[in-house]
């Protein structure tokens, strides 16, 4: 299943012996092999590693290249490169998720700051944040440019926005690099989780990475073994009413790939779009009053999801009390994991919705992100 990265050098006509840099030398070159993820893969050049970023949607698209290195090269600025010197030491992000990615590394203290920091669900980075430590860089995606500046971070990780890849010049004249990030972009949840070398590139801990990439990818490829080995499809309802419109994931969104290895039929599947769908109360309920199981509620109780919307009393599922929401790791102040670690660990979410569709398969299993709603 693993497909090879082609490795060669910053310059192509470079011998492997003209390879001067102690770390290129030592690099074992299986650590920058990109299985899954469609948005990044790696090179070796003579000053360390390539990064070069490319839209998951748009095969052949080339968005950015990054030379990370261990210290400044001695040729310069080459023409087409964002340098970084790596392991950065100081860093600010424009979402928590990057956070999540950096605390499952153990490289929580590398981030100085990042947006929406009162939103973290992780305790270490919560605590530094209330203490000062590690600061409001802005909301949402918006960074408060002028505080960012003064922070002196250097590297600034960017959610990249289709089309918008264009670092701010007030950041790149000051010296400071900026990497976009596209892992919300890919289409499957192992392509997503593998994004954790790229952070592993960033912050030194590169075996680390591919280390705990490697236990996630065998767990979840084991319980989607399960899944898809059942002799049933489940039909899953996802979702509920919101402003009029019930939202449905695309065909080719993540969650998708989810269903599927869960061995869930979820009808939508075939659609070709990755955001989501915009169906009307009454189709929805046309194509899955009987379906068991329903999961990725926005509510608390099942008192709460009624008080809503007393028309969801249709449903064979909310009937069966087997309705399940996201909450079960959020916090007192709000944060929650399945924005955060959840997108590292799609193992421990998969195991969450095979055992809604088919608990026989995982007997005893503790709820990770997914927990059923009750009357309160």
């Not at 192992?190 to 767990?219: C, M, P, Y």
Request: aromatic share 10%; proline share 5%.
């Amino acid at each position: 299943m693993v497909v090879g990265v082609v490795l060669v050098g910053c310059r192509g006509s470079q011998k492997a012996e003209r390879i001067s840099n102690p770390l290129a030398q030592n690099l074992d070159t299986s650590l920058l092999s990109v299985t899954y993820a469609k948005g990044f893969r790696f090179e070796r050049c003579e000053e360390g590693t390539i990064l070069i970023l490319s839209n998951p949607n748009k095969p052949g698209s080339e968005i950015a290249r990054y030379r990370l290195m261990p210290k400044k090269s001695g040729t310069g600025q080459k023409a087409g490169y964002t340098d970084i010197l790596v392991p950065v030491k100081r860093m600010a992000a424009s979402s928590t998720t990057h956070a999540g990615f950096l605390s499952a590394l153990g490289s929580g203290e590398q981030l100085i700051g990042c947006n929406n920091p009162d939103r973290l669900y992780d305790t270490l980075l919560y605590n530094r944040f209330l203490k000062g430590d590690l600061l409001q860089m802005g909301h949402d995606l918006e960074y408060n440019l002028e505080f960012l500046i003064a922070s002196k971070p250097d590297l600034v990780l960017q959610t990249g926005i289709d089309g918008q890849f264009v670092p701010d010049p007030r950041l790149t004249g000051m010296g400071i690099p900026v990497m976009f990030l596209l892992e919300w972009m890919e289409s499957t949840p192992l392509g997503r989780a593998e994004w954790v070398k790229v952070f592993g590139q960033v912050t030194g801990k590169v075996r680390e990475a591919d280390s705990l990439f490697h236990v996630i990818e065998t767990n979840y490829l084991r319980y989607a073994a399960l899944g898809h080995g059942a002799p049933e499809k489940v039909k899953v309802l996802t979702g509920n009413v919101f402003k009029g419109s019930w939202y449905m994931p695309g065909g080719n969104n993540f969650m998708c790939r989810f269903f599927e290895d869960a061995g869930m039929n979820y009808l939508w599947k075939e659609t070709n779009q990755s955001g989501s769908l915009a169906l009307s109360f009454e189709s929805v309920v046309y194509k899955l009053t009987d379906a068991p199981v329903w999961v990725n509620v926005n509510a608390d109780s099942l008192s709460q999801l009624l008080a809503a919307e007393q028309r969801y009393s249709i449903f064979r599922a909310l009937k069966e009390h087997r309705v399940f929401n996201v909450l079960n790791r959020v916090n007192n102040h709000g944060g929650n994991d399945f924005w955060e670690g959840g997108v590292v660990r799609p193992d421990w979410l998969l195991a969450d919705l095979l055992a809604i569709a088919h608990p026989e398969l995982v007997p005893g299993h503790k709820w990770n992100y997914c927990k059923p709603l009750i009357y309160n």
